[in-house]
């Protein structure tokens, strides 16, 4: 169920919190993002930005929990944004968080196969970190 619950709320205002309880609220927005409408292809470079900059453990869970709980329609058009939005994030991913980065993979590799069932992803082929197991292991 999406809602709109920050349409009130500036975006940037909210992932720019800082400080105490403003960083609190920070990290919730980023988790509650999940459940919001928006279109991908839209926000999805500053998404890019905030996991970018992402300084602490506690907001790179939250944005791991923000990318375990995105609901993708199975549209093509939303499949193939989606898509789109996590390969420019393992385009970054020596710069992300691994948390980040496991979460992404994990949801990436769960998109490829819905897109394209008989083509399983050749990690080592395309450079990504291999799949042991339930997990991803990042392997720099």
């Given at each position: 169920?999406?809602?709109?619950?920050?349409?009130?709320?500036?975006?940037?205002?909210?992932?720019?919190?800082?400080?105490?309880?403003?960083?609190?609220?920070?990290?919730?927005?980023?988790?509650?993002?999940?459940?919001?409408?928006?279109?991908?292809?839209?926000?999805?470079?500053?998404?890019?930005?905030?996991?970018?900059?992402?300084?602490?453990?506690?907001?790179?869970?939250a944005?791991?929990?923000?990318?375990?709980?995105?609901?993708?329609?199975?549209?093509?058009e939303?499949?193939?944004?989606?898509?789109?939005?996590?390969?420019?994030?393992?385009?970054?991913?020596?710069?992300?968080?691994?948390a980040?980065?496991?979460?992404?993979?994990?949801?990436?590799?769960?998109l490829?196969?819905?897109?394209?069932?008989?083509?399983?992803?050749?990690?080592?082929?395309?450079?990504?970190?291999l799949?042991?197991?339930?997990?991803?292991?990042?392997?720099?």
């Amino acid at each position: 169920m999406k809602s709109d619950f920050l349409s009130g709320l500036s975006l940037e205002a909210l992932l720019n919190s800082q400080e105490g309880k403003e960083q609190e609220l920070k990290y919730t927005s980023i988790k509650l993002l999940a459940f919001t409408s928006f279109s991908i292809a839209k926000v999805g470079r500053i998404f890019l930005e905030r996991m970018r900059s992402c300084k602490n453990e506690n907001e790179a869970k939250a944005w791991s929990y923000f990318i375990h709980l995105l609901e993708i329609d199975n549209q093509a058009e939303a499949l193939i944004s989606f898509k789109d939005f996590f390969e420019e994030i393992l385009e970054q991913r020596f710069a992300l968080n691994p948390a980040i980065l496991e979460a992404v993979l994990e949801r990436y590799n769960a998109l490829i196969k819905t897109i394209y069932p008989d083509s399983p992803i050749d990690e080592k082929t395309l450079g990504l970190p291999l799949n042991q197991g339930d997990h991803f292991i990042p392997t720099i």
